[in-house]
C-alpha cells in the first residue's frame, strides 16, 4: 500500500505563492505517476497536475498551466507543487495522488491512492 502526507497549505492574499508538499512512503514500486487534485466547497475534486515518477511529462490543467509547476524528489519520495500568483478561485483542499497509470490522474475521481489534503485559501 501507499501513504500520501500533504504539507503547506495555508491562508495567503490573491497573488501570492504557496508550495505544497506531498510525503510519499510504502510500496512505491507500484507507482508510475503522482498528481495535485482539489477540491473546493461543495464541488467534486479536479484534476491540477500531474507528472511520472521518473520526472518527466508534468501535465497541468488550463488553470493551473503557467501558475502552478509540479515536481517530484524521488531521493526524498516527496512532491511538490508550487504554486504562483494565486487567486481567490483558487481557494480549495488540496490532495496528493498516486497511480499505476498516468492518465488516470486526468480523470474525475481519478488516483489509486490519496491523501488526506490540505487546505489553501486565498483571499482577495
Known amino acids: 500500500q501507499v501513504q500520501l502526507v500533504e504539507s503547506g497549505g495555508g491562508l495567503v492574499q490573491t497573488g501570492g505563492s504557496l508550495r505544497l508538499s506531498c510525503a510519499v512512503s510504502?510500496?512505491?514500486?507500484?507507482?508510475?505517476?503522482m498528481g495535485w487534485l482539489r477540491q473546493a466547497p461543495g464541488e467534486e475534486r479536479e484534476f491540477v497536475a500531474a507528472?511520472?515518477?521518473?520526472?518527466?511529462?508534468?501535465g497541468y490543467s488550463d488553470f493551473a498551466q503557467g501558475r502552478f509547476t509540479i515536481s517530484i524528489d524521488n531521493a526524498e519520495n516527496t512532491i511538490y507543487l508550487q504554486m504562483n500568483g494565486l487567486m481567490p478561485e483558487d481557494t480549495a483542499v488540496y490532495f496528493c495522488?498516486?497511480?499505476?497509470?498516468?492518465?488516470?490522474?486526468?480523470?474525475?475521481?481519478?488516483?489509486?491512492?490519496w491523501g488526506r489534503g490540505t487546505q489553501v485559501t486565498v483571499s482577495s
Open positions: 510504502g510500496q512505491t514500486s507500484s507507482i508510475a505517476a
Open positions: 495522488a498516486a497511480d499505476a497509470n498516468y492518465w488516470n490522474l486526468f480523470r474525475p475521481g481519478g488516483g489509486q491512492y
Open positions: 507528472i511520472m515518477w521518473s520526472g518527466s511529462t508534468p
